[in-house]
């Protein structure tokens, strides 16, 4: 039996009781880290859109009648150390935090957060639109300040599936309430600009927590994560999104930006400088 390999076609046994993995009767390995609070209630509820939507309505109900949030779900994973400053991350996920117990929340930590900018990328965005569809979403949630569907990735390769599904996916799009890249009333020219800039001129808020679809995150304010079609249409939909708080670094520049460059560039620059640093490091211990 394979184990870093898998054939198209094997059949793969999850027990739930002793969270392990099985190809047949062969113990294939130990799963039980997988099994989190979180995905435990998600199997018992079915699905995770009833625990996700269940926790929506819960929290504005609780809003709506000025009352405390009554323990029902399995809480997330807090993090709080004492006397211990935040970064500008821990922050910004501090300040969009919902549900939580009140404490101040550190890196390492799992929680709900407001979600401001959303963007959808064109070539998955048809499984975004398919997600919601099974979600029965018809209309953007009016808590998000922006949202872009683009169609730069497919502008310049203008073949016949893109003909066909991508007129489709932006009448979906704008209909749902998200600025599309192509017009499909044609008032307006197809919009060229890569996502990363369209989303950078949306977010204008530095405590802003944005979504792009397939790692689509350079952005100059706020902080930003990629992330698949269903975490999208989520987000879309709930203007909400469940994650971890991540460690950061402080990068501080100094000058003045030229006027050629933008501020994708200076991420690859900041990039390329830690590559070049770790490679150097590797050099020197060899």
Known sequence: MQKFSVDTGTLFTINTKTKKLYSGDDEIMDISSSFTPQKMEFMRAGGSYQIVFGKKLQTFAASTLKMDIPKVFAPFKEISNKNQGLTAVEKIFNKNALGTSGKILHAGSY??????????????????????EMMAAKVISPTIDGAYQSGCHTA????????????????????????????PNNKYHPLTDVIHKVLNDLTVD??????????HTRMSKGVAFGADSGTVALALATGEASMPIPESVKVTFKG????????????????????????????ISR
């Open 206 to 215: 530095d405590w802003s927590i944005i979504i792009g679809g397939d790692s």
């Open 111 to 132: 929680t709900r957060v407001k979600v401001n900018i959303v963007g959808s990328q064109d070539t998955t965005g048809l499984m975004t639109s398919q997600e919601l």
């Open 256 to 283: 003045n930006m030229q006027d050629h460059m933008d501020f994708r560039d200076v991420v690859h620059a900041t990039q390329a400088q830690m590559l070049k640093r770790i490679w150097w490091r590797e050099c």
């Open 156 to 183: 310049s390769v203008w073949d016949i599936a893109s003909q066909e599904n991508i007129p489709k996916l932006m009448r979906f799009m704008n209909d749902f309430g998200l600025i599309t890249g192509r017009d």
